[in-house]
């Protein structure tokens, strides 16, 4: 599937097959949010010519992404009643969090997806050569053969085979983190890992990270800070719509309290990339853009609000979004520029975000310009906004390479967005 700045889609007769499977599993009012997210299908087609936008997702299914919108519209008409922003930055200060606990020794990897439930198609016999990382929990050597489905994937369930009929495992406060190990047996495999089960199934979220393995294993991260609630019934999984056989493996998945004491000097997303590239109606004019008061007594607070009613409605596309490039006009397009350098070590984006139209509105926050483009990778991280200032976590340890295009960013369908975001910083 191509997505254009325009924000006209192109369709292969695979992505209709595609969309005919998942349809029926979610709720049409999502449609908007659904069309916009990039199916990593057989049968969907990149477009990398450089007037294409982000990749902004890969095979969908219950594991992928079931991000609802609101059915009820949000009152654009007049400015809500303003936050209450009187805690002080250390009230804010981002806790490192519990003591790190090994996903295999709660959760199972019994939720087969797509072509990952037809005999064949998955397998898992859990031995690894080697081990790596920590060697915590069981070593995963994992084959996916292409079958009658063009996707496939196994999530991890607590208990087993749980789809959101029991309340999942009960997970504290504090995590921030999901760590693990990964690699392919050749190099090139392209692979989604994800945690949540989605904004429209019970965990209320999902964080995904798309990337191409290496042959050696790689320390990945996925976020979870401010996303997960009480109970989590999905703690990791992955998805592939590759169409040529592969073989790869995961180890050592853990949820961890927070970033590597390890990484280099965090650096504010506003001072190596600049929220220029408006989609959607952003691209129409339909988004603007201010300041708003920080939570964290910092400087770069952004307020948009997307009116898709600006002009009674006529032109809107359903969807809207921003990221944040370098430099403007860098969709990471076959010819176009690398993009900001980054250094190496660097696991999570962290940000306060929060709505400034009473809450519920769902929003997908993203790193990385997709696997498609010269990024190579993109961190997607689907939540409902909560009224209140909230501290989210961006994965994007193992994906990114030694250029970055699009550091941050946001994407929502649905019928209006009144929101903020403040002190986006790579750490």
């Known amino acids: 599937m191509a997505l254009q700045r325009s924000g006209s889609f192109v369709f292969s007769a695979g992505c209709f097959r595609a969309l005919s499977r998942v349809l029926p599993r979610v709720l049409l009012p999502a449609l908007s949010l659904l069309l916009l997210t990039m199916l990593t299908l057989g049968g969907c087609e990149d477009d990398l010519e450089r007037g294409g936008v982000a990749d902004l997702g890969t095979p969908a299914g219950p594991g992928a992404d079931l991000a609802e919108t609101p059915a009820t519209a949000a009152d654009l008409s007049t400015p809500p009643p303003p936050a209450d922003l009187a805690a002080t930055a250390d009230d804010l200060a981002a806790p490192q969090g519990p ?126 800070r401010g996303a997960y609630g009480d109970k989590v019934v999905s703690a990791f999984g992955w998805v592939t719509g590759a169409a040529a056989a592969q073989t790869f493996y995961v180890d050592d998945v853990v949820w961890d309290g927070g970033a590597a004491a ?97 809450g519920g509105e769902t929003v997908s926050f993203l790193a990385g310009m997709g696997v498609g483009t010269r990024d190579g990778w993109q961190s997607k991280l689907d939540v409902r906004l909560n009224a209140t200032p909230t501290l989210y976590t961006l994965g994007v340890g193992g994906g990114y390479g030694a250029h970055v295009a699009g550091g941050f960013g946001w994407v929502a369908g649905g019928s209006g967005l009144r929101f903020n975001i403040d002190g986006a910083t790579w750490k």
């Open 99 to 224: 003591t790190p606990f090994v996903v295999d020794d709660t959760f199972a990897a019994s939720g087969h997806e797509g072509g990952g439930d037809v005999p064949g198609t998955v397998t898992d016999d859990e031995t690894c050569a080697a081990r790596a990382g920590g060697g915590r929990g069981r070593c995963h050597h994992i084959s996916w053969t292409p079958g009658t489905n063009s996707w496939g994937g196994v999530v991890w369930q607590y208990p087993v085979d749980n789809w959101g009929a029991d309340p999942g495992f009960a997970v504290p406060a504090g995590y921030g983190q999901v760590r693990f190990w990964a690699w392919g047996k050749d190099g090139g495999e392209q692979v989604s890992f994800l945690v949540g089960l989605g904004v429209g199934g019970p965990d209320k979220f999902q964080q995904r990270l798309d990337v191409k393995l290496t042959a050696q294993p790689k320390l990945y991260v996925l976020g979870v």
């Open 262 to 358: 390890s990484a280099p000097a965090s650096f504010g997303v506003d001072t190596k990339f600049g929220p220029s590239g408006y989609m959607g109606d952003g691209a129409g004019g339909f988004v603007t853009h201010g300041a708003c008061a920080s939570p964290s007594g910092g400087s770069t607070c952004h307020h948009y609000v997307w009116d898709p009613n600006a002009d009674a409605g006529g032109n809107s596309q359903g969807w809207a979004g921003v990221f944040w490039q370098s430099a403007p006009g860098n969709w990471a397009g076959a010819t176009d520029p690398d993009g900001a350098a980054v250094a190496t070590g660097y696991g999570e984006v962290r940000f306060w975000a929060w709505s400034a139209s009473g």
